[in-house]
């Protein structure tokens, strides 16, 4: 938020450095991030004279070049070339000397320089007021009051102001201070602080008065919840034409555009007041009749943009007899706003309900400065009193009368929220004792009224602009700003107790995990999770009751389209080979609630490995995620789990691990309609793991311990021949049904399809290890244990040796 310190300085007289004042501040809480310098006309007008043109005559080398000699102020005339076609002898007239410097409407520099132009002397130049930045005509030079003496410095003549700009960032909650009047209210409580005592110097409306009673408009609010109080008053017979110097001035050091002198007064007094207006014109206004109310959904309305949009049910209008004119609070409209030919105006200043404001904000893709702070809340006591000061303005600048009496529907009144100050609190919360009648003389500067004084406390009524003050602990911040945060002690000790925290802490399995994968080639990810909504599963949606914008409306339902769009992200960075894991939640709606859950993804596209001579290229395969989702398990310490079939859409292809009938992980290639839709043109892997399920797990998990075998371990293969659908899964069960005691890994380690076998058939080649940790095995234990084994696979599976 900009603020203009020669604008501020209206309220309170102050003759403090910008600097300084910014400090102050910045110690209040209003943090100003940068000062900046205005000058309303770029370079000040510095080295531009009034000039006497003396002599002026046609130049002997060119037609339409005049040779002038021209009074400066200086011993003697000087010579200058000139082309304006209204140059005359006798004419005072604006002359940038030798070294002047102007600028361009592009603020590019140029400085004017002694030269020859078609074999003539040329000691200056005679300007244009587009040429000084005064005003857009080029069509002759400026012609000055021949009263002026040559040489006066034209920055003596013109309203040139310069000013410093303060930029503040302002936080949101902080709505009384959205105006130059209310910055200049808290830099007020500060300076008392310091013991200055500064006058704050309110704009009079004491000479409001109607002039008569011709023009009359109804009001009509059909809902009071969105529009608690309405005000309005028309004015006629007034002249709109462009704003005064002062005006202008006002808007453009703050960074807006000047429009017209009625549009540019409700500018002004919006970042005066911090109240938005609008005003209509009143002959576009049907039936004399303004109508506060909201529309059918789907009605189109066009805006001042030029932008047709269509209405939600909600966005609160204000309407004439026969058509919507305005969105409340965000936007006006096309076909009602002022313009050259408008005579007379129904001025509005109302106060809407900040969160329905808000959402017709957000949906229209809209951020006006009358929405950005109705949306933060601003004070329903003003609203009358701007209108008031808006009208006197307007009447200043654009002429006309006051034709109504002020329309002030305001059917509910808002109290003053009150609270109770224990001063316990207010020590226990800063850390040390501030005198009570410190905190009286703070609370009265803030304008925070001190009803009654106990013992323990105060009773306080909260002014109506400080719309975030609501509690005891909202006061004590506000006591505790002012005061001055560095006046606060603090000790040079400090104590601290250490809490014992169990190692399944949930931050602590995912920094073992976390590390796992980091060692293993993965790139942790942290992604949004809000998402657009685009499901066509509405009643499971968690949606946003104020969403920031429309494609973040929704609460995702599954981790995929998140990690999906981190990695078209990548790929469209030239990053092909990826493998990437977050630590999320998803969340859905039932019918008995909601559901949040945590989990564990990972995503793994393109090559296994970086490109190398001593390897060719490996695409990251199903079994290469299996195995890091395994290794997953075993270091969480999971057992026992079996591995089943899944159906999960978000996967083409894929397997899921279950345990005591639950799902811990579904894993396999996504789905490539989600893939292809974000134009990921790779296979991506994604395993989904249930965190919460791995770690009730992890904690249930016993550690055991067990001695390094003293004897070896034996290892024998098999190449069995199998039908092609028989997985690797079942042997792998039947051998340790078969031998429990002595067998301790088997190990698919080549697999055949292909010539040379029977069709429908394929070879395995397995590897069994045996181990007895007593003894030895001796050669007849092992192959009476093989042969046990090569019975039982040609019984259960028909595989035959080969």
Not at 480 to 508: C, M, P, Q, W
Not at 577 to 597: I, P, S, W
Not at 668 to 682: C, H, P, R, T
Request: aromatic share 8%; hydrophobic share 35%; net charge negative.
């Amino acid at each position: 938020m900009k603020i203009s310190y020669n604008w501020l300085k209206q309220f309170l007289q102050l003759d403090w450095e910008a600097e300084k004042t910014g400090e102050l501040l910045t110690d209040l809480g209003l943090e100003v991030e940068g000062i900046s310098n205005f000058e309303s006309v770029k370079g000040g007008l510095d080295g531009v004279v009034v000039g006497h043109v003396l002599t002026c005559e046609k130049h002997p080398n060119a037609d339409r070049l005049k040779l002038t000699t021209v009074d400066i102020g200086q011993q003697d005339p000087v010579q200058i070339v000139c082309g304006a076609p209204n140059v005359a002898s006798g004419q005072k007239v604006p002359v940038a000397t030798i070294g002047t410097i102007l600028y361009t409407n592009e603020n590019e520099a140029w400085q004017i320089k002694k030269g020859k132009i078609r074999g003539e002397e040329s000691h200056g130049m005679i300007c244009a007021e587009d040429e000084l930045g005064l005003g857009k005509s080029h069509d002759g030079i400026m012609v000055l009051d021949e009263k002026l003496k040559p040489g006066t410095p034209c920055k003596d003549i013109f309203e040139i102001e310069n000013d410093q700009v303060l930029e503040i960032g302002l936080t949101p909650n902080r709505s009384d201070a959205m105006s130059h009047f209310g910055v200049a209210r808290d830099l007020k409580a500060g300076l008392e602080q310091q013991e200055i005592t500064k006058e704050l110097i309110t704009p009079s409306t004491s000479t409001f008065s109607i002039d008569n009673r011709s023009l009359k408009f109804d009001v009509e609010v059909e809902n009071n919840e969105l529009a608690p109080r309405y005000c309005g008053v028309t004015i006629s017979n007034l002249l709109v034409q462009e704003s005064p110097t002062w005006l202008k001035n006002r808007l453009k050091a703050i960074g807006l555009s000047p429009i017209n002198n009625v549009v540019d007064i409700t500018n002004y007094v919006l970042h005066e007041l911090g109240q938005p207006l609008h005003a209509f014109d009143a002959a576009k206004v049907k039936g004399n009749k303004v109508v506060v109310k909201t529309l059918p959904k789907g009605t189109k309305f066009t805006t001042l943009d030029d932008v047709e949009r269509e209405l939600h049910e909600d966005d609160l209008m204000i309407c004439d007899n026969e058509k919507p004119m305005c969105i409340a609070g965000v936007f006006g409209g096309k076909h009602s706003g002022v313009t050259a030919d408008t005579t007379s105006i129904f001025l509005e200043s109302a106060y809407f309900d900040a969160v329905s404001i808000r959402k017709t904000a957000k949906r229209h893709g809209l951020n006006t400065d009358a929405s950005f702070r109705f949306e933060r809340g601003i004070d329903i006591k003003t609203t009358e009193y701007a209108l008031k000061r808006a009208a006197l303005l307007i009447k200043e600048v654009a002429g006309g009368e006051i034709t109504s009496d002020i329309v002030d529907l305001y059917p509910k009144k808002k109290d003053d929220f009150q609270v109770f100050l224990t001063f316990e609190k207010i020590y226990k919360l800063i850390g040390q004792e501030i005198p009570k009648d410190k905190i009286k003389s703070i609370l009265s500067s803030l304008e925070i009224k001190v009803n009654n004084v106990t013992e323990s406390g105060l009773g306080l009524t909260i002014p109506s602009y400080r719309t975030d003050v609501q509690r005891e602990v909202d006061v004590i911040e506000e006591i505790l700003r002012v005061y001055g945060y560095n006046n606060i002690d603090y000790k040079e000790k400090f104590t601290a107790s250490i809490a014992r925290t169990s190692k399944f802490e949930n931050h602590k399995l995912q920094d073992v995990i976390g590390d796992l994968l980091a060692s293993r080639g993965f790139y942790e990810i942290m992604t949004n999770s809000l998402v657009p909504n685009e499901s066509d599963k509405e009643d499971s949606n968690v949606t946003m009751l104020n969403p920031l914008s429309t494609d973040l409306g929704v609460l995702r339902e599954s981790m995929l389209f998140s990690g999906l769009t981190a990695i078209a992200h990548n790929q469209n960075r030239r990053k092909q080979n990826l493998r990437l894991f977050e630590f999320g939640k998803t969340y859905l709606k039932h019918n008995n609630g909601f559901q949040e859950d945590t989990h564990l993804s990972l995503f793994v596209t393109g090559n296994q490995f970086e490109n190398n001579w001593s390897m060719p290229n490996t695409p990251s395969g199903f079994y290469y995620l299996k195995g890091i989702s395994e290794a997953i398990l075993r270091r969480i310490g999971v057992q026992g789990y079996r591995q089943v079939e899944t159906k999960e859409a978000l996967l083409t292809e894929g397997i899921a691990f279950e345990k005591d009938g639950k799902t811990i992980v579904s894993l396999g290639i996504a789905n490539k309609s989600f893939v292809n839709k974000l134009g990921i043109k790779s296979e991506v892997l994604f395993a989904d793991f249930n965190w919460d399920l791995l770690q009730s797990f992890a904690a249930s998990n016993s550690i055991s311990y067990q001695e390094i075998p003293k004897f070896p371990e034996v290892n024998r293969d098999f190449a069995l021949l199998l039908d092609e659908k028989i997985p690797f899964k079942d042997l792998h069960d039947i051998a340790f049904k078969t031998e429990r005691k002595f067998l301790k890994k088997v190990n698919l380690f080549d697999v055949y399809t292909g010539k040379n076998l029977p069709a429908g058939k394929k070879s395995y080649a397995v590897s069994f290890t045996l181990l007895d940790t007593s003894k030895t095995l001796t050669d007849k234990q092992i192959d009476k244990i093989m042969s046990k084994l090569q019975n039982v696979y040609v019984e259960q599976l028909g595989a035959a040796l080969r």
